[in-house]
């Protein structure tokens, strides 16, 4: 009777585990992945990359890098020093302080660690709101020596003429506008048109699983992308964070759509 007994329960165990086999089968077929059942997804093609979003095959390549840019507000320095500059343009009475090849510039304070970031980024907002800019050859020689000069602008404008948000995070928004190496869309040569849709898998959550829009346009010849954060100190930390985690230098990027960039 005993060795019945056993024999039943071995029995009932085997069975058990046999339906349970077969029940996480199943439950794998009939997983879904994007808009089919994952046992039925084949390998993407030569030159595209699974979307792990809606597990599409996109145009894609790695050996991407990628990095994040923000904009400053000039009220996160209320402790810094006040520095005076150059602001292109004239005061209110219509005086002014230098002028330089038919153009006028007047003297103006601002915070310190504010000019400089503006120096770098090209853009940032004052305490009062407004927009200041400096590009990359703004300088005058007041007293014969290079000078940098500022000007307000109407909002951060990108390449193709669209504002950047003004907001403390880029995730805010539905599309995250990006900086790439502008021309004809060539993911295998790091070349992308303005307009296109982009995802980028292998950087950390929760950017890994967003889309940006390439607007802009950087200063690079290589495979690069950089991510417009927003403004502010916390998105100066996450530009950061987005630039130094790895795999920053050799990171997959996927072209998944296209949308016109429109001023």
Request: hydrophobic share 35%; aromatic share 12%; charged share 20%.
């Amino acid at each position: 009777m005993k060795r019945i007994t056993i024999f039943l329960l071995l029995s009932f165990v085997a069975l058990a585990t046999i339906i349970d086999a077969d029940a996480a089968i199943s439950k794998t077929a009939k997983k879904i992945c994007g808009d089919m059942l994952c046992s039925e997804v084949k390998a993407c093609p030569k030159d595209q990359i699974r979307d792990p979003i809606d597990r599409k095959c996109y145009p894609g390549s790695a050996g991407w890098k990628i990095t994040g840019y923000f904009l400053p507000l000039e009220k996160d320095y209320p402790a810094d020093r006040m520095v005076w500059t150059y602001v292109s343009g004239q005061k209110r009475g219509g005086s002014f302080d230098y002028s330089e090849n038919n153009s006028t510039y007047y003297l103006k304070q601002f915070k310190q660690t504010f000019l400089n970031e503006v120096a770098i980024q090209g853009s940032g907002m004052t305490s009062d709101g407004r927009i200041l800019q400096s590009w990359q050859n703004d300088f005058i020689s007041p007293d014969g020596q290079r000078t940098r000069f500022y000007h307000y602008g109407s909002c951060a404008a990108t390449f193709t003429g669209v504002c950047l948000p003004v907001s403390t995070s880029s995730l805010n928004e539905p599309l995250i506008m990006v900086a790439v190496t502008h021309g004809s869309t060539n993911m295998t040569d790091g070349v992308i048109e303005h307009g296109t849709l982009l995802r980028i898998p292998d950087i950390p959550s929760p950017w890994n699983a967003r889309t940006y829009w390439a607007v802009d346009i950087g200063e690079w010849r290589d495979k690069h992308i950089d991510i417009f954060t927003g403004y502010g100190k916390s998105a100066r930390d996450a530009a950061y964070k987005i630039t130094k985690l790895p795999p920053q230098e050799d990171s997959r990027v996927l072209a998944v759509g296209f949308k016109e960039a429109k001023p």
